[in-house]
């Protein structure tokens, strides 16, 4: 069975940022390589990458610029001729391999594919998999690799099972983790093997949720296990399980009560939505025979007897890179075809207007386009106060729990932190994150952000800077 492993380094932890470096590697059964794509994008003019991103990945934005030499939609394009090649190699199904990849990589190779008018789903031959899930499992279940991970955690209060510590603790890694898509991609692969030869569990094959088999006994009151590693390493036991009932299920996804929570807090809070293509969820195998369980079952059933997967989630308002998915098919159909044509009078009878945002940030991010054009100019100036201004929500629905977070940083928010890593830097004399930092003010004060919006969102930074 062929496999492509893959791992993305971009400008922000949100998918409305972009894609820095990419890397993809085709391997066969024994995971040798057979073909790969690597390379750089160039950082669009409508992205002010964040200091915390540049700082994790360790990309000079300067050297990047002068390095890199596709755009975005160059990129995109190369990725999705890969994986259809790939797809024609493995002669069927694909499974396509990151590390944490279902909680960041797969939404943002998917959203950076759609805004370029591109399908992401390839005919539904791309299978995603998630060597986190793999290692979760195999924490719960094989003896030596949980104790090989707890001694490279020994003195530490939480379990990590990141890249790093679980490459370090196998003896795959020695220093730390790159943090640089070709070397994660190869790292993934040796501790992916690793996995398969000493605890037989295979990525490209493993079924992360294991609650499908359970989904006819939706609104039933039986009472399972759902177990993961216990991340306090302080406890006596290494897994932690909770007590669920099954509220709603169809073929993709389902909506469990954490029974535990429900008894503190008879809310919707208790409620988790898990998807088959995206979460683990793991069953333990140990009965619960517990009769004041199935009490607590029936009861939340009778609760929550009106919650549905229907109507569970509140409609989105976020962003639409956010939620790329509020663009079904046939708006993603009409949206590809006005790309390629370069015709937005094919979004005309588009319903909703994600479809018409998406279109003028693709034109804004084009190369062709330049500031020097008025009409250009304005409208990325309103792009970036909207953006760099605290006004575009990332938060799927705004309600009263979330944070600073639901909505973008501001300019001044970004700068502060940059400020604040570069007096870091130069107490500890870490010259690198100095370098790093220096480059990235250099970059945001020399874009094209700075030049049209920049006395409006930071004009004491940006002084001397006059409007285009």
Known sequence: MHSVYYDLETTDKNTIGQIVNYCFILVNSDLDVVDELSGLVKISRLQIPDPG?????????????????????????????????????????????????????LGYLRTSFIR???????????????????????????SMFRELVRKEREGEA???????????????????????????????????????????????????????????????????LNEEPEYDLQSQGFAARRPVTLLDADHRSALWIDLDRYQGAADPSCIMWRSAAKNAFFISPQAVSNVEWSEVARAALRQFRSVTLKNFFEKSTCDIEQDIYRLDFDHLDRYSKAIAAN????????????AKVLWLRHQLA??????????????????????YGGKLQLARTLRDEHG?????????????????????????????????????????????????????????????????
């Open 366 to 387: 084009s190369p062709q386009a330049t500031i020097n054009d008025s009409a250009a100019a304005e409208l990325l100036r309103k792009y970036a106060i909207h953006r």
């Open 116 to 142: 370029n008018g591109i399908n992401p789903y390839f005919q539904g031959k791309i299978v995603p998999r998630d060597l986190l899930h793999v290692a979760q499992k195999a924490y719960l279940h094989c």
């Open 158 to 224: 939480k379990l990590s099972l990141s890249l790093q510590t679980i490459s370090r603790a196998l003896g795959l890694l020695d220093g730390v983790q790159a943090h640089e898509s070709r070397e994660d991609v190869l790292l993934t692969i040796r501790v992916s093997k690793w996995l398969r030869d000493s605890c037989q569990l295979d990525v490209s094959t493993f079924e992360a949720y294991e609650g499908g088999r359970l989904h006819s006994t939706a609104k039933s009151g039986a009472v399972y």
């Open 53 to 105: 991103a540049i700082l994790a990945n360790r990309t000079d934005v300067l050297e990047h610029q002068a390095q890199a030499v596709d755009y975005e939609p160059d990129a995109m394009r190369r990725i999705a001729d890969f994986l259809s090649c790939s797809i024609q190699k493995a002669g069927g199904a694909l499974p396509l391999i990151g590390f944490n990849s279902s909680r960041f990589d």
């Open 343 to 354: 015709d937005k009078s094919l979004l005309n009878e588009c319903r909703l207007p994600d």
């Open 404 to 468: 600073p977070e639901a909505f973008h940083s501001t300019l001044a928010e970004m700068v502060r932190r940059l400020i604040q890593a570069q007096e870091a830097a130069a107490i500890t004399r870490n010259n690198e994150d100095l370098r790093l930092m220096s480059s990235l003010e250099r970059f945001i004060r020399e874009s094209d952000i700075a030049k049209v919006a920049g006395q409006d969102l930071l004009p004491m930074w940006f002084s001397g800077l006059g409007r285009k």
